[in-house]
């Protein structure tokens, strides 16, 4: 029986707990994932157990959720757990706090595009964590007690290709004016995959343009891109340079504020390789992109694991 729960949530926090279910899955530890409907795919053959719910509180604009009932029944029909595992989701504070309550040791960790504005579910459940984990060093000010294990990212699925495609993807919300300046400005010389999410595909779809909400095998479409154009706040363009060694441009999308700070998207840019581009110019950005060295990291989530065994 598993003793470990792993929470997931939306988008990017669904991803980083994949990268820790794949090497929790290495090391041979049983689990069982939480995590909001829709992401549950990529823990088919990892988890033990496979739980959906949804947040109480929905983004963009934090609205309560009428399912929200069906939310805390669910969470406290949990089983009791010895480890959960938090991934900096607003998914994750409610079952965290119960499995903490029941005696359970709590591992809270951060959001790799967190770098000197911590994430505010993360920094409320470090105050009844029993580690918190962060991806850079440059946190310890707000996480005196943290351990860094460096970037926790998605690993590769395939081997990199280039099909001359350039990605543009802006999660799980989407973000249409992005999509549509993509096809004005990039289209005349690449051909483009977008990945549209909540938004509607059907009218961005033109010769020389392939668009569609969600796609099963993700990593698939991502190792064959030439280069990648994604959003901040989002994990993506972390899993494009970190895993898959691509070109990627970073464009903030104003209307997320509330998920991160804006003032982790310059030195999260840099850390992980990317250019921080526009809606005027996503051209310009595109070609320093291709121009701009990708570092390498050892994946941060082995050292996760590490922690979870010592625990176990």
Do not use: C
């Not at 939306?10 to 794949?22: D, E, M, T, V, Y």
């Not at 964590?129 to 690993?155: C, D, Q, R």
């Not at 291709?290 to 390498?296: A, C, H, K, Q, S």
């Amino acid at each position: 029986m598993a003793k470990v729960l792993l929470l997931g949530g939306l988008g990017g926090h669904s991803g980083q707990a994949f990268a820790i279910a794949k090497f929790l899955r290495d090391e041979r530890i049983a689990f069982d994932v939480a995590t909001f409907p829709g992401t549950e795919k990529r823990f088919e053959g990892l988890a033990e157990r496979i739980m959906t719910f949804p947040q109480l509180l929905m983004p963009p604009k934090r609205r309560p959720n009428p399912r929200g009932i069906l939310s805390l029944y669910k969470i406290l029909t949990l089983k009791k757990y010895d480890i959960v595992i938090a991934n900096g989701s607003n998914f994750a504070v409610l079952p965290s706090l119960w499995e903490k309550l029941r005696g359970g040791t709590l591992i809270n960790i951060e959001t790799i595009d967190a770098v000197v504005v911590p994430n505010k579910a993360t920094k409320f459940l470090s105050k009844f964590a029993n580690f918190t984990v962060i991806h850079w060093e440059e946190l310890k000010k707000h996480y005196p007690k943290a351990m860094v294990s460096g970037p926790i990212y998605e690993p590769p699925l395939y081997e990199p290709e280039d099909e001359g495609y350039v990605l543009v993807t802006a999660g799980t919300l989407g973000y249409e004016e992005l999509f549509l300046e993509a096809i004005r400005q990039l289209s005349k010389n690449f051909k483009l995959v977008i990945q549209t999410g909540r938004v509607n595909p059907e009218k961005f779809k033109r010769d020389g343009v392939r668009a569609f909400r969600y796609v099963e095998d993700f990593h698939k479409v991502l190792a064959k891109a030439k280069a990648v154009v994604g959003v901040f706040p989002g994990t993506t363009p972390a899993t494009a340079t970190l895993a898959y060694n691509k070109p990627t441009v970073i464009v903030p999308n104003l209307k997320l504020r509330s998920a991160a700070s804006l003032e982790n998207m310059e030195p999260f840019a840099e850390k992980v390789g990317a250019v921080i581009g526009d809606l005027n110019d996503l051209e310009g950005a595109l070609e320093k992109a291709f121009r701009t060295r990708r570092p390498r990291y050892e994946n941060g989530a082995k050292k996760v694991v590490q922690l979870v065994l010592e625990v176990l």
